[in-house]
């Protein structure tokens, strides 16, 4: 798996999980609903780090919570 991909399903789990909308997101977060949806559809697979923390915050979660996750775990290295 590729890190573009763990993100986005990092972020539609946490989407899930709260019962958030998109636009919900983007009001708690700051993040405008397209910047949160070209990330979800592939239109931005590199997604800055301020941007995920952004997303933290509106989620009410750290970068560490973000990033914990046995998907991120088992990333392989992008540079081979």
Known sequence: MVTYTAV?????????ERKMSIHKLAMESAVPP????????????NPGI???????????ITLIDFFDTQ???ELEQEIK
Do not use: P
Not at 34 to 45: A, E
Not at 50 to 60: E, N, P, S
């Open 8 to 16: 986005k399903n990092r972020i539609l789990k946490l989407l899930e």
């Open 71 to 73: 998907e991120f775990r």
């Open 50 to 60: 301020v941007t995920i923390k952004m997303l933290c915050d509106g989620f009410g």
């Open 34 to 45: 397209s910047s949160i949806k070209n990330i979800l559809y592939g239109k931005s697979q």
